[in-house]
């Protein structure tokens, strides 16, 4: 068990624990005294976080190339710690590393990403640098403390430590830690499972993506992503013959486009539940309270057809996402000159689609929607299809091929469970699909089930992956280190 203590690990003074009146406040501004494997978590995670592996301003090689060095000084051999960097670009490495089994069953794969989204420090609070790993009442704050340099961390010390107590495992375990899941055009798992296939082969995985959700510093539940919707874009377009802009008429791009947005913005896709969004809501509707739970509770007796129940429920972003295919327009772009009238009007309408739709039938709603033949509407080729030289008609028009949804497998949400109430007497687990997009998907399209958990909460009305200041509370780095521990060890015996 992590044992907490008030006074903190490293520069937060008891005088300052001593002014939080609220004990739930309290407990989360508490920092665990670190014993010896959250000591080599510790010093893991720092490492990660000032390794600046953004897009513009660092680099994922050096970051695998540390994690390879700190495997291979405790004890594993060269051949099992590689380091993968990509053919067309020597910033884009990727870290694939081993803990041999006895081979009675196929590997488990446990897949982070070592970049991190752009930060800039100006942007940040005063007294912080994204790049510097700072403790504070109880927190860790950093870019990546969250999203992923945790889980990353995380699998490199307790892949350590089942080293160091002489585990062997019942399959092998491997670790990938990889390039470019939050944007580039490099994607390490896209790229490892073209070309590294056999050494990430796996009878699951596990990755980011799900995670648990704590208000006031009470667990709420611990999700599990197992689908995710995938991601489409669409350029609408309206060309016209202009002119100047002292002779305006009727007939102008800019107004046509417009008008076809605020159709589109006042238009929402029909709901369709699969059947972890069913047990999302099924299972949510013992955390939520209320109106709210009541509601979750017809939409899984309905089938998704209670569009009152529906309606309601659309009034939060999470759950609505959750529910349906999403459509936003993310960017507008017009004309050529102040004193002329537009000839082109465009826009990027950024869609998330549900695993059990396509891409052609999106096209088709926004082309019935939009409600005007002067509006052309043309999908994108997906980035990563692109990079991968798949056909691009082919790829704009289907889902990605393979299978987009893990299954609820009783043995290993059983055993998520099982760990869960051993760590948080009473917290549910929590099926979920994810509204964004993870590398979970190439693996699953490969026909490896991967699962985002993780053990780690984060604070569900405080939102700041990807955002200013991103931290986590301490003491539950720790327990989301014991979490996956526990859960890889019972699954590898």
Not at 243 to 249: D, I, K, N, R, Y
Not at 363 to 390: C, F, N, T, Y
């Amino acid at each position: 068990m992590i044992k907490l203590r008030r006074k903190p690990f490293h520069t937060v003074a008891i005088s300052l624990l001593l002014l939080v009146s609220s004990s739930a406040l309290a407990a989360r501004a508490q920092t665990p005294s670190l014993d010896e494997h959250q000591r080599l978590l510790f010093d893991i995670y720092k490492e990660l976080v000032e390794t600046n592996t953004s897009e513009s301003g660092g680099e994922t090689t050096v970051a695998a190339e540390r994690m390879a060095a700190r495997l291979r000084a405790a004890g594993f051999p060269a051949e099992d710690v590689q380091v993968f960097v990509h053919p067309d670009n020597a910033k884009k490495g990727n870290l694939v590393a081993r803990l041999h089994g006895t081979g009675a069953r196929k590997p488990l794969l446990l897949l982070a990403h070592l970049d991190v989204v752009e930060a800039k420090k100006e942007d940040w609070s005063p007294d912080l640098d994204p790049f510097k790993l700072t403790e504070r009442e109880g927190f860790y704050y950093g870019r990546g403390s969250v999203d992923d340099k945790a889980m990353a961390a995380i699998f490199v010390a307790n892949l350590i430590r089942y080293k160091k107590e002489g585990f062997r495992p019942d399959r092998d375990i491997v670790v990938a830690l990889t390039a470019d899941e939050e944007g580039g055009g490099f994607n390490g798992a896209s790229w490892l499972v073209r070309n590294k296939r056999e050494l990430l082969d796996a009878e699951f995985g596990f990755n980011e993506g799900g995670g648990g959700r704590e208000r006031k510093g009470k667990a709420l539940f611990n999700g599990v992503q197992a689908s995710e919707k995938f991601s489409r874009n669409f350029t609408l377009e309206v060309k016209n013959k202009g002119g100047h802009s002292s002779l305006p008429v009727k007939d102008n791009a800019i107004y046509t486009l417009a008008e076809g947005l605020t159709r589109l913005s006042q238009f929402d896709f029909p709901v369709n539940l699969n059947e972890v969004t069913r047990a999302y809501f099924e299972r949510m509707s013992s955390v939520e309270t209320g109106q709210t739970a009541a509601d979750m509770r017809a939409l899984v007796a309905s089938g998704g057809k209670d569009a009152a129940a529906a309606a309601r429920l659309s009034e939060t972003a999470l759950y609505n996402s959750m529910m349906r295919t999403t459509c936003v327009a993310t960017r507008v772009e017009a004309g050529h000159a102040n004193n002329a009238l537009p000839q082109t009007a465009r826009a990027n309408v950024n869609c998330r689609i549900l695993p059990q739709e396509s891409p052609a039938d999106v096209e088709a709603a926004l082309v019935r929607v939009l409600a005007d033949p002067k509006i052309s509407v043309k999908r994108m080729v997906p980035s990563r299809a692109r990079e991968e030289g798949q056909d691009e008609a082919a790829a704009s028009a289907r889902p990605p091929a393979g299978r987009q949804t893990s299954p609820l497998d009783p043995k290993i949400i059983g055993e998520i469970e099982r760990v869960t109430r051993e760590l948080w007497p009473g917290v549910p687990v929590v099926p979920m699909m994810g509204t964004g997009a993870t590398d979970s998907q190439p693996f699953r399209q490969a026909g490896i089930p991967m699962y985002g958990v993780s053990g780690l909460f984060t604070d569900i009305d405080d939102v700041r992956t990807h955002g200013k200041d991103e931290r986590i509370a301490a003491r539950r780095l720790y327990e989301g280190q014991e979490f996956l521990y526990r859960l890889v060890k019972s699954l590898s015996k």
